[in-house]
């Protein structure tokens, strides 16, 4: 069952006609399914019922306070990458013991904040950065839980810019001599190595980049248990793919069947980071149509959101299905869906057959819950959309549309200019 689905050629939200809330709130916006946000944690989570494991739902995909709520009350940790990230988890009610901390560019503010919180682990990406840990903690006294992040050189096979595993990325420490790290880490005084940690990249539509990445790091945690590391949780990081036009990515029950398979003998925690999985299709982007007009070489729909509403089209020519509100008329036409943002790169679709629309007609950008929100943008001084949570029949806005005073805050014109 899908909880965006037509009724007599209207689409719905759950039992809401998503016409009912464009009238009250105004477009654009983003939608969401409770149900779906829901149902997609169970069944990713549930898969791995059968073994010790903990869900961080990673942050950076859809960072809004409700959907984080949503998921702490399901029993979610959260994967943060910044102290912000840090912020809205513990505002929304996250659990310190069940926050991992990622990312290259850990700040000192950032690395205090995590430490003061007393966070379950910060996943480590450089000898520099484990120093930098070391020192604050020795600052409060404490021991900071680290694993390393593991580059272990695989291809995920997915688009470049999102790729994270490959010995040409910024990511992790490479395997090769990972080992010498974690003996180093060993000796710092501040810190209590925990786990092994790695992520190799995002929209993942295959199991095998997944065990091949996870081979790699069994040999790694054979070879610390030896040397006596306590290896008690091994953090597999995020990446499982969803369906946004052909693609058929493994159910999570699938990707979850061959985890466990491949873990079974090394009796750590597991850790998983998904983000687009149990966001990505559980929120739609809906926009209205401004003007339609057609060149000799194109017909153009100009729609009142862009690329700094859903910047994924322009940013890596990412495929969103474009759906009418309403779907009566059965008249074809291809077009550009384009916005009204001054580059020629502000499209959400291109030369695709939807069906014919017009002034004022209303549409729905599929699959946006994931990563579309988050890298939203003021560019040319647009208000960032308002976001909507569906429940059942009601409907409540969890963020307001941002207004023009949004926008100036924060700004001024110094003395000498006046
Ligand atoms: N853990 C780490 C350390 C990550 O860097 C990421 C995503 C995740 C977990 C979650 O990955 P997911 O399960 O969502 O694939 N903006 C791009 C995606 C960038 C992903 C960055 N890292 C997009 O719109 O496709």
């Known amino acids: 069952m899908h909880y ?22 105004g477009t654009p916006f983003y939608l969401y399914s409770h149900r779906t946000l829901k149902r997609h944690f169970n069944a ?27 998921f702490a009350d399901l029993g979610s940790g959260m994967d943060v990458v910044s102290g912000g990230e840090l912020y809205r988890s513990l505002l929304a009610g996250t659990k310190p013991e069940k926050i991992v901390y990622s990312g290259v560019g850990k700040t000192l503010k950032e690395i205090e904040y995590a430490l003061k919180t007393d966070i379950l682990m910060f996943n480590v990406e450089s000898l520099q950065e484990l120093t930098a840990i070391n020192h604050c903690a020795g600052r409060f006294n404490m021991k900071a839980r680290v ?31 990972s080992f010498e790290d974690y003996l180093h880490a060993k000796e710092m005084e501040f810190i209590e190595v925990v786990g092994v940690d790695c992520h190799i990249g995002s929209q993942l539509t ?7 990445a996870l081979e790699k790091l069994a040999g790694l945690i054979n ?28 159910h999570p029950s699938e990707y979850a069947d061959a985890i466990i398979k491949c873990t079974s003998g090394l009796e750590s925690t597991l850790i998983f ?20 007009k057609s060149t ?8 009142d959101a862009g690329m700094n509403d859903l910047l994924r089209p322009s940013l890596y020519d990412s495929f969103h299905e474009i759906l009418p509100i309403n779907r009566k008329n059965k008249e074809e036409m291809q077009a550009d869906i384009v916005g009204p943002i001054c580059e020629s790169g502000d499209f959400l679709a291109r030369e695709r057959v939807v069906p014919k629309l017009e002034q004022g007609d209303l549409i729905a950008a599929m699959s946006a819950g994931a990563y579309g929100f988050t890298m939203s943008s003021n560019y040319n001084s647009r208000t960032r959309p308002a976001e909507i949570l569906v429940d059942g029949k009601n409907y409540h806005i969890i963020r307001e549309r941002e207004t023009w005073l949004d926008l100036v805050r924060g700004e001024s014109i110094p003395e000498f200019l006046k």
């Open 223 to 250: 070879q610390l248990r030896g040397q006596g590391f306590a290896i008690k949780y091994l953090d597999l990081g995020g990446g499982l793919g969803i369906k946004y036009d052909q693609e058929s990515p493994p």
């Open 206 to 212: 295959e199991v095998e980049p997944f065990i091949d």
């Open 296 to 303: 000799e070489l194109k017909n153009f729909i100009i729609v």
């Open 147 to 177: 694993s390393l992040r593991i580059n272990p050189d695989i291809d995920p096979k997915t688009h470049p810019y999102i790729s994270t595993g490959m010995k040409s990325n910024k990511f992790g420490i490479d395997i090769k001599h």
């Open 273 to 292: 980071e998904p983000g687009r999985v149990l966001v990505g299709n559980a929120g739609i982007l809906i926009a209205e149509v401004l003007y339609t």
């Open 4 to 25: 965006f689905q037509y009724q007599q050629d209207e689409l719905y939200c759950e039992e809401v006609p998503i016409r009912d809330i464009a009238e009250e709130v």
């Open 44 to 70: 990713f989570d549930g898969a791995f019922g059968k073994v010790d494991h903990l869900t961080c739902f990673s942050v950076k995909a859809n960072s809004n306070l409700a959907i984080l709520k949503i």
